[in-house]
């Protein structure tokens, strides 16, 4: 395991749950944190602008005094995901809220910035940033990231194609710092493999999809509890940015998922108050198989405990 830096050096247990567009919530967030995941939760989730700096307010305020009144289970750390994307007119705006609420871990996405990684770290804050392949990875630490979120093949959202095998022993040819894995994990198992291949965190979104917090409709929730990795389509068309998304989704908006055409990626547009063409089209990573029911979030993150006990003893380790 690499040398961690505060806060993420005394996890509660070994997950960082991936911010889910649109699907995050502070309520969402707060569940993650108070069970021991690091919750995340994407700056543009908050829309108007103005609402980031109520939820911030409302996850600080409530994990303060959550740690208050459970000093001998204190909850773990939260996170805020932000698009670094010229498109992204509101970054500005965001990186003020974070810097006011001294947010402990800030994920970015979709471009490395020095000036972004320096206001971050002037309180303290981590900066992981999330890559598909080494050479992205290697340009996000030479401009002053902490750590990476390596997302593999079958990852929900902007996923990658590289095998986790693959991606994590080259980046750890390199780098001793902190990793998380992103990659079709949704059991206690495939975290326990994340760690035993090299990485520090196991980084989990879609199975937190089909939970009772998440701000996804029942539909949603139902296709990801009985879909499997055969129902996962990898496709730019829908923001510029190769992703994986849900086959029944593209059929329900009129579309072939098996002859989908190329996007134009100069036409990405993360911008604040962007419309949203495409926004019944469910993402989703490989990993729905595992998913058989939608529960509470406490009661996920109590499942996958339960199920890295048990691989570990498999193991005898």
């Given amino acids: ?151 593999a093949a079958g990852a929900g959202g902007h996923a990658g194609v590289k095998s986790p095998f693959a991606l994590i022993q080259e980046i750890r040819a390199w780098f001793d710092g902190p990793i998380a894995l992103s990659g079709s994990i949704s059991t206690g198992s495939a975290v326990l493999a994340a760690q035993a291949m090299g990485a520090d965190f196991a980084y989990i979104g879609t199975a937190f999809i089909a939970t009772e917090e998440a701000r996804a409709v029942e539909a949603y929730k139902q296709a990801i509890v009985q879909g499997s990795s055969d129902d996962i389509v990898y496709s730019n068309l829908f923001t510029g940015v190769h992703g994986n998304y849900l086959a029944p989704s593209i059929r329900a908006a009129g579309l072939d998922p098996d002859k989908l055409p190329e996007s134009d990626p100069s036409k990405m547009n993360f911008g604040g108050d962007a419309k949203k063409a495409w926004k019944d089209i469910w993402g989703s990573g490989q990993g729905i198989g595992a998913v058989s029911k939608v529960q509470s979030a406490a009661d996920f993150i109590a499942q996958l405990k339960r199920e890295y006990a048990q691989a570990r003893a498999r193991l005898a380790l």
């Fill in 1 to 151: 395991m690499s040398k961690l830096p505060a806060p993420l050096n005394h996890l509660p247990f070994p997950v960082i749950g991936s911010p889910l567009f649109i699907i995050s919530n502070p309520k969402l967030v707060i569940a993650q944190c108070i069970n021991g995941v690091v919750g995340a939760m994407p700056a543009l989730n908050a829309r108007p602008a103005a609402q980031l700096d109520e939820w911030l307010a409302e996850i600080t305020e409530t994990l303060a005094a959550w740690d208050k009144a459970h000093p001998d289970k204190p909850a773990a750390p939260f996170a805020i995901n932000q698009i670094v994307h010229k498109s992204n007119d509101r970054l500005e705006h965001d990186m003020e809220m974070v810097v006011k609420y001294k947010v402990p871990i800030i994920i970015t996405s979709l471009g490395a910035r020095t000036d972004v990684n320096d206001a971050i770290h002037s309180y303290g804050g981590v900066v992981l940033h999330d890559i598909i392949n080494n050479k992205f990875a290697k340009k996000a630490i030479e401009k002053g990231a902490d750590g990476l979120i390596a997302v």
